[in-house]
């Protein structure tokens, strides 16, 4: 199997709970290319220790004919983040999320019908929009964000690329935590305000997302990439419970017995009011459903961060 963004935050467990099931995998990242460069470089060192090396691809531009060899390709590289995308991330977003798809979905359609591999976009819950009620596959889509908007294209270029015959489909994770979740991310950015004493940014606080844990996350890729999915599935990847920023900030603040520092910031354009998993379409076709509660998840994440070396 390939990893595309093996080295990001979601990628890296990815990895690892492959290589522990017996899996043969090919990692590859464009290091560079990540939003978080540092934390990209950290989690390939971390790979390289387990005996995993990285291997250096830049799907934009490199050749990628030798990984669609693969069995199946798990696409997760990317560049994520709703407040970033604006102004000259766009660019980067069309980029990293857009024409790495495009390219690999092409790569995928050059092999011959029987040998084309499974392939797995790793979308989000932000090309819904807001939710006013839990969001089912079949709703109706409403980026509003250039990083939903490049979600939304590469959603439409794997949903192409399947009614050509390349078996692909389509997860759209929400809001996901835990180990190394990235620094650009809230709960990230809480637990280093707690732990260090310098205030973070709140941007906004009224936001709910369903809120979903990187191993539960993890747990949906693998079973997408082996279960007998029509191409085109669309499967939502969340937590069905939709919780507040300000809750989470409170819980995290509970589990390490000091509330976070922060300092009041506007919310960025784009970032939406809520977001709410609809479960049932990946309990039917994947036996899959978010297990681990936002407490014992945050628990997790806290403790990652009480033990990674501060540099
Ligand atoms: N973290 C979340 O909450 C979340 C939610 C919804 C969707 N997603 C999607 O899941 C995927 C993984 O997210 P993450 O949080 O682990 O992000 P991440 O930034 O930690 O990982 C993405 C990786 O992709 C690599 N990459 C970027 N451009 C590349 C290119 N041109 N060629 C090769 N590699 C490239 C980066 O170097 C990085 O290591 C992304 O596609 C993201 O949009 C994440």
Redesign the pocket.
């Given at each position: 199997m390939v990893v595309?963004?093996a080295?990001?935050?979601?990628?890296s467990h990815l990895v690892q709970t492959l290589i522990a099931a017996g899996h043969d995998v090919l990692a590859?990242?464009?290091?560079e290319?990540?939003?978080?460069p540092e934390a990209?470089a950290a989690n390939s060192a971390e790979l390289s220790h387990a005996g995993v090396t990285v291997t250096e691809?830049?799907?934009?531009t490199d050749d990628l004919a030798p990984l669609a060899e693969a069995d199946a390709i798990l696409h997760?590289?990317?560049?994520?983040g709703v407040r970033t995308s604006w102004g000259r991330g766009r660019a980067a977003a069309h980029r990293?999320n857009v024409t790495?798809t495009e390219r690999l979905l092409a790569a995928c359609a050059a092999r011959p019908a029987r040998h084309r591999p499974r392939f797995v976009l790793?979308?989000?819950?932000s090309v819904y929009g807001s939710a006013a009620r839990p969001c089912a596959e079949h709703d109706r889509i409403d980026p509003r964000s250039p990083y939903a908007m490049s979600k939304a294209r590469a959603e439409q270029l794997t949903q192409e690329a399947a009614r050509d015959g390349v078996p692909a489909v389509i997860l759209r994770?929400?809001?996901?935590y835990g180990p190394r979740q990235?620094p650009d991310m809230a709960f990230h950015r809480f637990v280093e305000a707690a732990l260090d004493g310098s205030p973070a940014p709140l941007y906004g606080g009224d936001q709910s997302r369903s809120f979903t844990f990187v191993g539960d996350v993890v747990d949906a890729t693998v079973r997408a990439a082996r279960a007998p999915l029509p191409p085109g599935t669309v499967l939502n990847v969340g937590h069905p419970e939709s919780v507040s920023l300000r809750d989470a900030l409170q819980r995290i603040g509970a589990l390490l017995g000091t509330p976070p520092p922060t300092e009041p910031a506007a919310a960025a354009p784009g970032d939406v009011a809520r977001t709410w998993a609809g479960p049932d379409r990946a309990a039917r076709l994947l036996g899959w459903t978010a297990r681990t509660g936002l407490d014992a998840g945050l628990a997790r994440q806290i403790a990652w961060h009480r033990e990674r070396v501060r540099v």
């Open positions: 595309t963004g080295a990001g935050f979601i990628g590859v990242d464009a290091v290319r990540a939003a978080a990209a691809c830049d799907l934009a997760l590289a990317g560049r994520p990293d790495t790793a979308s989000s819950s994770y929400f809001s996901v990235r």
